[in-house]
């Protein structure tokens, strides 16, 4: 499951926002999916042994904020835990949130040297503010990995607060960690995990989904 979402992450942090301003959620997903998988196929920083820095500094150029509601994403991992932080406490807790996915997930991007993405049939009406989009990641040499996008309608534009991986919720999947944190150092315990977290090396690439 972490594997997979490290595909899913990588593919969805790298996306710049000008490439999908002002597009559908379907046609928006596509789009920055596309871009993403030129980047990966066509660096060669990226396609190098070891060069997870160079692929986390790829991911910290791209205009992140706009396209994922990064707030939303930690209030709703962290459940009723979210209540506690006082304002300072959230901010610190979405800055945190954020560097964990990047810096974490950004070493997929040495592995995942040829993906295909596939979209399957997505049902959702035209007035919807809340989309699920469905997507298979292929990798020659692996099993497909089935990813939904899960988007709200902020304005005029899209933006991701949850993703889901074959069948699992991302934010669901990070639950369990906020909740023994907190209970065990309170909010500002699960900030220094975090932190601590944030400070150490990036774990090797996954070799297999």
Known sequence: MKKLIALLLAIMLTAPAWATAGLGPEEQTKAFVDQVITIIRNDQDLQSNGKTATATEAIDRTVLQPRFNFRHMTSLAMGKEWRKASPEQQETLVKE???????????????????????????????????????????????PADIDYVLEKLGEEWQVFDVVVAGVSLVTNYRDFFTQEVRNGGIDGAIKSLQTKNQGPPPPPAVTP
Request: proline share 6%; hydrophobic share 30%.
């Open 97 to 143: 949130f954020k560097t964990l996915m990047v810096k974490t997930y950004s070493s997929a991007l040495t592995v995942y040297t040829n993906p295909a993405v596939t979209f399957k049939k997505s049902r959702f009406q035209p007035t919807d503010t809340e989309v699920q989009i469905r997507t298979q990641v292929l990798q020659p040499g692996r099993q």
